[in-house]
């Protein structure tokens, strides 16, 4: 068996599939002002929930290792997409 349960685990997927379903409510209400960028960062993470779950539970060292490298694809992604949102959201725009 090459997973070990976590309570943790468990906890950051709950998260996870909580943020898919708002990213999902956000996207399509698209003409509400900054929905776009919010619904990108809610996916970036839930990429983020999921893959560092995923870690946790793994047991081998290569699965973790590759794990904490599919992180990075949320990790990078959520500080500039808050910065997006917020200057979306004072309207903005030019900025961008």
Do not use: C
């Amino acid at each position: 068996m090459n997973w070990q349960t976590n309570p943790y685990a468990l906890a950051l997927i709950i998260s996870a599939l909580v943020s898919i379903t708002i990213a999902i409510y956000a996207w399509r209400r698209r003409p509400a002002t900054a929905a776009t960028a919010v619904a990108l960062f809610l996916l970036a993470a839930a990429e983020w929930s999921l893959a560092y779950a995923l870690e946790l539970g793994a047991m081998r060292l290569e699965t973790k290792i590759f794990w904490a490298k599919a992180q990075y694809l949320g990790i990078v992604a959520t500080a500039p997409l808050v910065l997006v949102i917020a200057v979306k959201y004072l309207g903005h725009d030019r900025w961008l």
